[in-house]
């Protein structure tokens, strides 16, 4: 079992691109999550899906879109990045809010 | 909203010394509370955490934590640290709108340092 993947695994971006990080879990969790992790901030939500056809914002969703077709993946996308939204980029899953979220590997984004 | 405090940003320890993290939260109902841990260029593992019940709870690698909803606390402890314990450790609280999960609101991370 895999668990969660995360693609790529780091990346360097011009601003001004679009990009977008995917993120796939192979343990047909409910629920999934994106955060974004800065040194001396700790991890913060940008958005999150309770279940497939759902999405909402988290503490930091601007210049971030999401979506979720279906249960396995649910794709980050920065319409237009910008040097603030350099990053590590991590995606969790779980089955509840009463379970616990497995975290991804992280993507490592740096926006120049 | 809810919001996690870790107090302490660095603590360092002796190996074989024993450890208490600090953390303290914010939420208006009964709190799903969460340690993780991070090792240096890894993603969260989880230690342990706090639904219901018994108000101290076990984890992995000898770790254990004391919910006291009367201090707003779910502080980390473990007896004897080993080097292998130094990295970034993460409090979290998960929330609920009603409509579902709504995310973990993680603290700011306490950095562990185990002195030989």
């Known amino acids: 079992i895999a668990g969660i993947t995360q693609a790529p695994t780091s990346q360097i971006l011009a601003a001004g691109r679009r990009m977008t990080l995917r993120c796939t879990q192979d343990?047909?969790?409910?629920?999934m999550y994106w955060y974004r992790q800065d040194l001396g901030l700790g991890l913060r939500l940008i958005h999150y899906?309770?279940?497939?056809?759902?999405?909402g914002k988290g503490e930091v969703p601007d210049g971030y879109s999401v979506s979720r077709a279906n249960t396995d993946d649910f794709p980050l996308t920065l319409a237009s990045a910008v040097p603030s939204q350099t990053s590590v980029y991590f995606c969790?899953?779980?089955?509840?809010?009463?379970?616990?979220?497995?975290f991804g590997p992280g993507t490592r984004l740096t926006v120049l | 909203a809810q919001s996690v405090t870790q107090p302490d940003i660095h603590i360092t320890v002796s190996e074989g010394a024993s450890l208490e993290l600090r953390c303290n939260y914010s939420?208006?109902?009964?709190?799903?509370l969460f340690w993780y841990v991070q090792s240096p260029g890894q993603g969260l593992q989880l230690l342990l955490k706090?639904?219901?019940?018994?108000?101290l709870v076990q984890g992995i690698k000898g770790f254990e934590a004391e919910f006291k909803r009367s201090q707003s606390s779910f502080n980390l402890r473990k007896p004897s640290v080993h080097w292998s314990d130094a990295a970034e450790y993460f409090c979290?609280?998960?929330?609920?709108?009603?409509?579902?999960?709504?995310?973990?609101?993680f603290g700011k991370g306490t950095h562990l340092i185990i002195q030989p």
């Open positions: 899906s309770n279940t497939a056809g759902t999405t």
């Open positions: 969790a899953s779980s089955d509840s809010i009463a379970d616990t979220q497995y």
């Open positions: 343990m047909r969790h409910n629920a």
């Open positions: 939420y208006g109902a009964t709190p799903y």
């Open positions: 979290a609280v998960a929330g609920y709108s009603g409509g579902g999960a709504d995310g973990l609101t």
């Open positions: 706090y639904f219901s019940g018994d108000t």
